[in-house]
């Protein structure tokens, strides 16, 4: 069993894997409430919180799945990308116990593990079963928009990234602009679903420019429409614009999104699409895509929204599947080990 460990960013995570993938426990603790007040994560409170967190979060883990550190025989761990200090906490943690209990450690990738996600199972998920590579792979959360060309576990070639903004980015910051509560992305999801997406006209960045993504603009864009229906008041929730504008601009988003994503799967090829990432468990981009892509004759494996945002059962599903492929450190090689903190693989 794999032993997995994540804190990139904001939630410190352990979880408990078979070698086959099945996913015996996984816990997250958030910190929310502790980001809420300001609007989004303080990267030094951050890793503070992960410093309290992540012995009792392990220790639940274990648990959880009915196992102690005896029955471990590897541990997985974020290396990157993400927030340096929150990484160091996680990562530290994985290399004391493995060094301590003489076990091989496996760096993982966080981008690919959202990918390989979907391969998980569990008591009501029985995954992506039919799922082989070569397929593409959207990426899309608050911190990464990206398209891959993914040809195994952790082996994938970038088709398409951001520019600038991560659409999960986009969706927090027209949430705060409107005044609703961090992460404001779930809060749009919902007011989306009472509002109309036709009713404000706002850019879709890029669409038929390659693959690449921008979000920027569109954010200018809800502001500017924002002030044209406020002017210097604030935003009233009870308007009727209100959820229009939220409507409005996650269609804009969705829009972008699937329209590259099935453009790489044209551009390459490829009948197989996974969607993975926190922004993934949208829920007006679950339904949008699985419709698009299936109008296109292309299958969607769309990510179990507990397994979209970030967890630690992929990082150990992930280390599981480079495990069996003959991945992994150990000895001199684990204390060498450190993060990475930014992603750009060769296009």
């Known amino acids: 069993m794999i032993l997995g460990i994540e804190s990139s960013c904001d939630e410190t995570a352990a979880a408990v894997v078979t070698d086959a993938g099945v996913v ?61 200090g929150s990484l160091l906490v996680g990562l530290q943690a994985a290399k004391a116990i493995a060094w301590s209990r003489r076990l091989p450690i496996v ?56 520019l600038d903004d991560a ?11 409107m005044g609703l509560p961090y992460p404001g992305g779930i809060y749009i999801d919902r007011l989306a679903q009472r509002g109309r997406a036709d009713a404000i006209d706002l850019p879709r960045p890029m669409l038929h420019r390659d693959l690449d993504f921008s979000f920027s603009g569109l954010k200018t864009a809800a502001r500017l429409a924002l002030d044209a229906i406020f002017g210097d008041a604030p935003p009233d929730p009870e308007h009727p614009a209100f959820a229009d504008l939220a409507a409005s601009a996650q269609a804009a988003i969705v829009d972008v999104l699937v329209a590259k994503s099935l453009a790489a799967c ?48 992929m990082i150990a599903g992930l280390g599981a599947a480079l495990l069996a492929a003959g991945h992994g450190l150990s000895g001199d090689d684990l204390l060498t080990l450190d993060i990475h903190t930014t992603r750009r693989p060769a296009r």
């Open 24 to 84: 015996r426990s996984n816990v997250v603790h958030s910190q929310i409430p502790i980001h809420a007040q300001y609007g989004g994560v303080v990267p030094e409170l951050a890793s503070r919180n992960h410093m309290l967190a992540i012995q009792p979060v392990i220790a639940q883990a274990l648990v959880d799945a009915g196992v102690t550190l005896d029955d471990i025989g590897a541990i997985a761990v974020t290396a990157g990308p993400g927030l340096a």
């Open 107 to 162: 760096p993982i990738d966080h981008i690919a593990a959202h990918v390989h996600a979907p391969f998980l199972r569990d008591d009501t998920y029985a995954g992506a079963g039919e799922l082989r590579p070569p397929y593409v792979a959207l990426a899309v959360s608050g911190g990464h928009t990206s398209l891959y060309r993914v040809d195994g576990p952790g082996e994938s070639t970038v088709l398409g990234q951001t």
């Open 167 to 177: 659409a999960g980015e986009a969706f927090d910051k027209i949430a705060k602009m």
């Open 266 to 313: 044209k551009q390459t090829g490829l009948k197989q699409l996974v969607v993975a990432g926190g922004v993934a468990s949208n829920s007006g981009l679950r339904t949008r895509l699985a419709s698009a892509a299936a109008k296109r004759g292309v299958t969607a494996f769309i990510t179990p929204a507990r397994y979209c945002t970030d967890n630690a059962a």
